[in-house]
């Protein structure tokens, strides 16, 4: 891997992660509130 490759991926990657952050905690909410519907 050259150099220019590897922070292509490294920027690919911390991306990837910031977007996680976000997704993660949405998707919690999400799948809770399906469960809480069905519960009721």
Sequence with gaps: ????????????????M???KWAVPVIALIAF?????IAN
């Excluded at 891997?1 to 990837?16: I, L, R």
Aim: charged share 10%; aromatic share 8%; glycine share 8%.
């Design 33 to 37: 509130a399906v469960v809480a519907m």
């Design 18 to 20: 910031g977007m996680l």
């Design 1 to 16: 891997m050259t150099v220019h490759d590897m922070e292509k991926a490294q920027a690919t990657y911390s991306g990837f």
